[in-house]
Nanobody, 127 residues
Framework: QVQLEESGGGWVQAGGSLRLSCAAS????????MGWFRQAPGKEREFVYG????????SYVDSVEGRFTISRDNTENTAYLQMNSLKFEDTAVYYC????????????????????WGQGTQVTVSS
């Protein structure tokens, strides 16, 4: 059973940056594709960024292009989401998730393909 714990959320002014971390325990993160999702008040949860288990392939939602970057350190069992040039509309609870995959290059986008989820960390961007 893999446990995921997010950290790094908080309050920031528009244009600022935050770095989210997702620490895994109870399993080897290098077996899993990782993803970051977010849910704003009154909205559906949405995919933000995903990364393959070897870190070589990524996918993201258009709204974060050029601003967010996903990475992972399998030796530290941790995934990251660097968020720059934050906008008010980035305000949401951010979740990391892990998907057990059978190939190094696979990136998962659909949330129902993820096996484990963290509790979420709040990101608030003031305009």
């Amino acid at each position: 059973q893999v446990q995921l714990e997010e950290s790094g959320g908080g309050w920031v002014q528009a244009g600022g940056s935050l770095r989210l971390s997702c620490a895994a325990s109870g399993g080897r993160l290098d077996l899993y594709a990782m993803g970051w999702f977010r849910q704003a008040p009154g909205k559906e949860r949405e995919f933000v960024y995903g990364i393959s288990r070897d870190g070589g392939t990524t996918s993201y939602v258009d709204s974060v292009e050029g601003r967010f970057t996903i990475s992972r350190d399998n030796t530290e069992n941790t995934a990251y989401l660097q968020m720059n040039s934050l906008k008010f509309e980035d305000t949401a609870v951010y979740y990391c998730a892990a998907s057990l995959v059978d190939s190094d290059e696979k990136v998962q986008i659909a949330d129902d393909l993820y096996d484990y989820w963290g509790q979420g960390t709040q990101v608030t961007v003031s305009s």
